[in-house]
């Protein structure tokens, strides 16, 4: 069982909007920044947000995130089959001084 | 450019050890900390070891405590996770990453290629 819990799939049409949860703890975070990444098939996992809502140059503004004290969100709108992927959510662990990643999310375009 | 190259990962016995190296280009190394992070066939990630910037302060995941080890040597741009003690389980491909900022072990926004740990009899 992770620290970070995920739904395992979410998956929605082309065109519409999915979103995804992360819940922790307050040593998680609700005290710390959250992070989400994408991993498509068969590559290695890309940063997609960091900040908890901030993206990197190059990340379009389909994707975004967000966080209500021990549970943060990741927004995907205008979903593309291209966004078929596992999302990551991760976060620092304040009391135990480790990083913990949530068991990831598939998501499927139908 | 940054780039990290992971090497090291083979095929080793239960009870082994095993040396996994991250040589690293395109940025100031020792201005970094950096993190080994590991993804089991099929699995999710899971981040084992952190360790500071020149001053070297380490960070690990219970699942390894006391069985893992990382360092880095600043004067080769590269990190280290030595393995002993190795499980089936430790089964994984093994990535370096480096975070967003100067001093994060958390929001890796650069990764290696991996590099794969086989633990088997």
């Known amino acids: 069982q992770s620290v970070l819990t995920q739904p395992p799939s979410v998956s929605a049409a082309p065109g519409q909007k999915v979103t995804i949860s992360c819940s922790g703890s307050?040593?998680?975070?609700?005290?710390?920044?959250v992070s989400w990444y994408q991993q498509l098939p068969g590559t290695v996992p890309k940063l997609l947000i960091y900040e908890t809502n901030k993206r990197p140059s190059g990340i379009p503004d389909r994707f975004s995130g967000s966080k209500s004290g021990t549970s943060a969100t990741l927004d995907i709108t205008g979903l593309q089959t291209g966004d078929e992927a596992d999302y990551y959510c991760g976060t620092w662990d304040s009391n135990l001084r480790v990083e913990f990643f949530g068991g990831g999310t598939k998501v499927t375009v139908l | 450019e940054v780039q990290l190259l992971e090497s090291g990962g083979d095929l080793v016995q239960p009870g082994g050890s095993l040396r996994l190296s991250c040589t690293a280009s395109g940025f100031t190394f020792d201005n970094h900390a950096m993190s080994w992070v590991r993804q089991a066939p099929g699995k999710g990630l899971e981040w084992l070891s952190g360790?500071?910037?020149?001053?070297?302060?380490?960070f690990y995941a219970d699942s390894v405590k006391g069985r893992f080890t990382i360092s880095r040597d600043n004067s080769k741009n590269t990190l280290f996770l030595q393995m002993n003690s190795l499980r089936v389980e430790d089964t994984a491909i093994y990535y370096c990453a480096k975070g967003h900022n100067l001093a994060s072990y958390s929001e890796l926004a650069y990764w290696g290629q991996g590099t794969l740990v086989t633990v088997s009899s």
């Open positions: 307050s040593s998680t975070i609700g005290n710390n920044h």
């Open positions: 360790i500071g910037r020149s001053d070297g302060g380490t």
